[in-house]
């Protein structure tokens, strides 16, 4: 039997930061208690089969809710499927939230993988993009994580946040290295409409490094991260040897996965499941979209996924799927410029043209 993912959605948060245009709120008791149950029930009445290698509770903040509620969804999801000895088993944290009591409850429940949503380790930046922690419980939080008997913990950081400095991101990337987690995770702030981010920055009330500061920020971050130990494996992704999240891996690798919870996705039997973004619709099982995918849909996934990480793509599956890349003109152009290369079957996106990929591949896609 195939081994799947599952995700599940906990779409509470204390507060909003001001960048954030994920599913998420600040709900009331009562939202919540029906929230949960619902959630409940839609992993008891889940009517796929199969292995689960990975689980992952994100968010939201999922440390802002309450301990007994995650351990019910943890609970369900056991009982309802058969998961692996050694799953990976991951929640999302935000440093303020992180009790050391908290981080050993989620251990003794079966959480073997923590991520830390960091950002930065500056106390005015953190309060300006809205976040509740400050550099000091990041310090704690993790140690915390560690006296609870996590080893495998990762931290978010932000690239191009404002008035960030290339100094500033290399700074809290050693402040984070010095404490020997195992995995950091780097993405680009993206300025959403929408969100009151999106209008001070309209407005010149905020200033945002431009895409080419923010590049040189990125390029910088790789180079430092791969002299201490963590390696790019993802576009956004770096870990120390033997410590990749496997449960992203399964989702570049274009693998089954189930989604639970508010605006969550599933992609099983070919077929894509998108929960309601709608609080009052999902707590009543309504406006579930599906969408089964052509062989065409399913190599352009392979391509855009595969190519984000250095697990490549296998050429031979996309032959099978219908299409041979080595017939794509721009293919045999990139093979001679080193832009791709390839190793038996497998085809991989030089790292030096990370900064670039989309462009890169939407010319490889048919």
Same mark, same amino acid.
């Given at each position: ?140 939080? /993790?140690? +915390?994580?560690? =006296?609870? *008997? ?10 191009? @946040?404002? $008035? ?70 993802? /576009?956004? +992704?770096?870990? =120390?040897? *033997? ?10 690798? @274009?693998? $089954? ?110």
């Amino acid at each position: 039997m195939n081994k799947i993912g599952i995700y599940v959605h906990i779409p509470f948060c204390e507060s909003k930061c001001i960048y954030c245009d994920f599913a998420s709120s600040v709900c009331n008791l009562e939202t919540k208690q029906k929230y949960f149950e619902s959630l409940i029930s839609e992993i008891k009445n889940c009517k796929y089969k199969r292995n689960v290698s990975t689980i992952y509770v994100g968010g939201g903040t999922p440390s802002s809710v309450d301990v007994k509620d995650i351990n019910n969804v943890l609970d369900a999801i056991f009982k309802k499927f058969d998961v692996v000895d050694n799953a990976e088993i991951t929640i999302e944290c935000n440093p303020n939230s992180a009790t050391f009591e908290k981080l050993k409850e989620y251990r003794e429940m079966g959480f073997n993988r923590i991520s830390f949503g960091v950002q930065s380790l500056h106390d005015e930046t953190l309060k300006l993009i809205g976040r509740r922690h400050n550099c000091k419980q990041v310090f704690e939080a /993790i140690e +915390n994580a560690k =006296r609870a *008997g996590f080893e495998n913990i990762s931290a978010d950081l932000m690239i191009g @946040l404002p $008035e960030q400095s290339e100094e500033d991101l290399i700074s809290d990337a050693e402040k984070l290295v010095n404490l020997n987690i195992t995995h950091i995770s780097a993405y680009m702030l993206q300025v959403e409409e929408k969100t009151p981010l999106f209008e001070k920055v309209e407005s010149r009330e905020i200033i945002v490094p431009n895409e080419d500061e923010c590049v040189k920020m990125y390029e910088a971050l790789v180079e430092f991260l791969a002299k201490n130990g963590l390696n790019r494996y993802e /576009i956004s +992704n770096f870990s =120390r040897e *033997g410590w990749n999240s496997q449960h992203n891996m399964n989702y570049w690798k @274009l693998g $089954e996965y189930l989604g639970f919870g508010l605006a969550a996705h599933s992609f099983i039997n070919s077929t894509r499941i998108a929960n309601s973004r709608n609080m009052q619709d999902y707590i009543n099982r309504k406006g579930i979209v599906k969408e089964k995918i052509d062989d065409k849909e399913h190599v352009v996934e392979l391509i855009m996924l595969g190519l984000r990480c250095n697990a490549g793509v296998d050429t031979e599956k996309l032959i099978k799927l219908g299409y041979d890349i080595k017939n794509n003109a721009y293919f045999k152009k990139f093979i001679k410029e080193g832009i791709i290369k390839q190793e038996k079957n497998i085809i991989y996106l030089n790292p030096e043209y990370y900064g670039v990929s989309n462009t890169i591949i939407c010319d490889l896609i048919p």
